[in-house]
């Protein structure tokens, strides 16, 4: 068996995730830019429309047009539970299982995972940089 450097494997790991993570930050500014340009045009575009009293704009660069959004969120996370577990509700939420309250919940019951879930294990390779 080929002998392997495993302290260059683990040097190389941590400088290629941190030239990555410097891209990333460096591309979510440039996109927070991005954005903030974009959002002082939307509202331009939303104040033209509301001065003249329009739903919607058409120009040669395409069309632009209000549209409704709701943005909802829990006030009363106890009562809005009440109201779905008394209204059949479940719909109003997202389909996702909580990791850590899944691990907790086996940590305390042996290993016992709650009806109608299944966990899938998988060994990952996770790198700590020396200080």
Known sequence: QKAMDTTK???AYVKLREAKQAIE???EEE????QAKMDVIEAEMLRFMNE???DSVRT???TFF???EI???GSDWDAFYKWIAKNNGFDFLERRIKKTAIKEY???NNGKIPPGVTVHREYVVRVRRNS
């Open 31 to 34: 996109a927070g830019k991005l």
């Open 25 to 27: 930050r460096a591309a």
């Open 71 to 73: 943005k909802p969120s």
């Open 66 to 68: 209000k549209q409704l």
């Open 106 to 108: 086996m940590e305390t």
């Open 52 to 54: 003249n009293n329009m």
């Open 60 to 62: 040669t660069m395409g």
């Open 9 to 11: 494997l683990a040097k």
